[in-house]
Nanobody, 126 residues
């Protein structure tokens, strides 16, 4: 069973940047959608971004478009989430998960994604 491991979270001031990493333990990334999700205290989990396929198709929630960029390094089997212009409302635990060949349900309930990591805390505060 592949275990995904997130890292890179921390405390940052509003307007700052962080880069999250999702290590995928040798997963062939061309065959999987890797999604980033987040959950803030008292709120439901929401899909943030996903990358899939050999062409590296990307998807973003409206709330992060233009500020977040998802990418991957197939040689390192790692997916990244570059987060710029961070806002207090971006504060959450960020998780990555995988889905075979697809990013379907990223923005609904995340059904079909598995191998969820432990998460990494992102706090945006002055």
């Amino acid at each position: 069973q592949v275990q995904l491991v997130e890292s890179g979270g921390g405390l940052v001031q509003p307007g700052g940047s962080l880069r999250l990493s999702c290590a995928t333990s040798g997963l062939p990334l061309d065959y999987y959608g890797i999604g980033w999700f987040r959950q803030a205290p008292g709120k439901e989990r929401e899909g943030v971004s996903c990358i899939r396929g050999s062409e590296g198709s990307t998807y973003y929630a409206d709330s992060v478009k233009g500020r977040f960029t998802i990418s991957r390094d197939n040689t390192k089997n790692t997916v990244y989430l570059q987060m710029n212009s961070l806002r207090p409302e971006d504060t959450a635990i960020y998780y990555c998960a995988k889905r075979y060949l697809s990013c379907v349900n990223l923005f609904t309930n995340g059904a079909g994604f598995d191998s969820w990591g432990q998460g990494t805390q992102v706090t945006v505060s002055s």
